[in-house]
């Protein structure tokens, strides 16, 4: 069995799925964020493309890393395997975990609480300013502040 795979890879090559595999360690991490491979497309005059799925404004970047891309993606395949890039835009199919809500979409994940020293000081510093909308956005501004810090 081992020797029928290794001389239909040999033939065919490895494919997209040897690829995905290891499209983390080919492309980086950064960009194995922002994209996948599909499938390689085999042309009958010219060079075979690799398609690839980036996420929204990200085709920009990849499309601009294509040579170096494609360099790295022949060093897995072989020489000559991908001679251009077919990027489509898309949502990415091999997500393993959800991502994290955008700080736009309006959806806040509740933080840990403020110790109480700290939570007094905060407080003690906006006391000037009386009760209201501007002292409740700041307290939250404050608090959320101090969290990342």
Known sequence: MAGAIKVLEQRFGRGVDGLAARWREIVGAALARRSEPVKLVRAR????ALEIRVEGPSAALIQHQAEEIITRVNMFLGPGAVGRLRIIQGPLRGRTAPERPSPHSGRREPG???E???EHELVESLGPLGEGRLKKALLGLGREVMRRS
């Open 116 to 118: 109480a020293a700290a």
């Open 112 to 114: 840990r609480p403020l």
């Open 45 to 48: 005059v010219g060079p075979t």
